[in-house]
């Protein structure tokens, strides 16, 4: 788990270093406003996407594991309630009333 942690941190740090160094290097150019502009532009739309796709796949990867929790969670609470059905069984066939407190 932590590995894709760390990975994350670092896919997003790279992307915002690179828009950040991106964007402060066509500042530095020398082109004309208009020009600059639209580089700026046309950097952040292609980092937007970039981002977009990586939140895209990081979102499906915690659907997975959500889904598998809850089917995990789902076969312990079923299991639980058998163990409690069993436990109740067998201290009912023992003679005892379950409102009875047991001597």
Known sequence: MTTSSSFGKFVLGALLGGAVGGVIGMLLAPRSGAETRELIREEFDSRYRESADVIREKSDVLKEKVAS???????????????????VSRFTEAGHSPSEPSS
Do not use: A, P
Request: proline share 0%; net charge negative.
């Open 69 to 87: 929790f809850k089917e995990k969670m789902s076969e312990i609470s079923s299991d639980l309630e058998e163990t409690g059905r069993r436990t």
